[in-house]
């Protein structure tokens, strides 16, 4: 990854901050954003004291100007972009407790508008700057795709963010795909699961070691990555 620029959305813990640390240790220039500046600042403040390379900016993906001034930026810092990951997201309520039934409207417009409009406005605001061999990952989980009792809403905007990944993978030239790494241990899941940084490993093989035209317009589960790497 020597000498890419990379996106990282929801960059500020979790997933994607263990991402960002991964790209970067793979020597890429990581471009972190979140609604937290201070959080998002101290993610890329970690990274160059570890000898990495990285900007923090404050963005919020529900505001198309936010991200596409984002874009911009990382676009001048690195000449282009070369992957980009679409991973921030939002719940309201606690997993496996917010059933459709319960749910209010401003959490499903939000859901929807941070999950689902967000990975929309992240990957059309980064088309004028993407390389032409650049990739997209789109983070999701199984609740996108297998129905699960409580997860309302949340899981609704997940399935759409799918959707719209696939979509761009028939659109564009550059590859798009769906990586679900399972269950992790974050806030989401009450700290049980895979550990982020061992996650962060299978979003950098997606973005680099992985053949670009096999993962055109797939989804990359657990086991995919597991078949594919040994």
Same mark, same amino acid.
């Given at each position: 990854?020597?000498?890419?620029?990379?996106?990282?959305? %929801?960059?500020?813990?979790? +997933?994607?901050? &263990?991402?960002? =640390?991964?790209?970067? !240790? /793979?020597?890429?220039? #990581?471009?972190?954003?979140?609604?937290?500046?201070?959080?998002?600042?101290?993610?890329?403040?970690?990274?160059?004291?570890?000898?990495?390379?990285?900007?923090?900016?404050?963005?919020?993906?529900?505001?198309?100007?936010?991200?596409?001034?984002?874009?911009?930026?990382?676009?001048?810092?690195?000449?282009?972009?070369?992957?980009?990951?679409?991973?921030?997201?939002?719940?309201?309520?606690?997993?496996?407790?917010?059933?459709?039934?319960?749910?209010?409207?401003?959490?499903?417009?939000?859901?929807?508008?941070?999950?689902?409009? %967000?990975?929309?406005?992240? +990957?059309?605001? &980064?088309?004028? =700057?993407?390389?032409? !061999? /650049?990739?997209?990952? #789109?983070?999701?989980?199984?609740?996108?795709?297998?129905?699960?009792?409580?997860?309302?809403?949340?899981?609704?905007?997940?399935?759409?963010?799918?959707?719209?990944?696939?979509?761009?993978?028939?659109?564009?030239?550059?590859?798009?795909?769906?990586?679900?790494?399972?269950?992790?241990?974050?806030?989401?899941?009450?700290?049980?699961?895979?550990?982020?940084?061992?996650?962060?490993?299978?979003?950098?093989?997606?973005?680099?070691?992985?053949?670009?035209?096999?993962?055109?317009?797939?989804?990359?589960?657990?086991?995919?990555?597991?078949?594919?790497?040994?």
């Amino acid at each position: 990854m020597d000498g890419q620029t990379a996106v990282v959305t %929801g960059g500020s813990r979790g +997933i994607g901050a &263990a991402v960002a =640390h991964a790209f970067a !240790d /793979a020597g890429a220039h #990581v471009v972190v954003c979140a609604r937290d500046g201070d959080a998002v600042s101290t993610v890329a403040e970690e990274i160059r004291e570890e000898g990495g390379s990285a900007t923090g900016i404050r963005a919020d993906v529900r505001d198309e100007f936010d991200v596409e001034r984002l874009m911009e930026q990382a676009a001048r810092e690195g000449g282009g972009i070369d992957i980009v990951v679409a991973n921030a997201g939002v719940y309201h309520g606690t997993p496996r407790e917010t059933p459709l039934t319960r749910e209010s409207y401003s959490a499903f417009d939000d859901h929807l508008r941070t999950n689902a409009r %967000g990975v929309f406005a992240t +990957i059309r605001e &980064a088309l004028p =700057h993407l390389a032409p !061999d /650049a990739r997209v990952l #789109v983070s999701s989980g199984v609740v996108a795709r297998d129905t699960r009792a409580g997860f309302g809403s949340y899981a609704v905007s997940k399935a759409a963010a799918e959707s719209v990944a696939m979509h761009f993978a028939d659109d564009i030239q550059q590859a798009v795909c769906v990586v679900d790494p399972g269950q992790v241990a974050t806030d989401l899941t009450g700290g049980q699961g895979r550990d982020t940084a061992d996650v962060a490993l299978q979003f950098r093989w997606a973005a680099s070691d992985a053949d670009a035209d096999t993962i055109d317009g797939t989804l990359l589960d657990r086991r995919a990555y597991r078949q594919a790497t040994g």
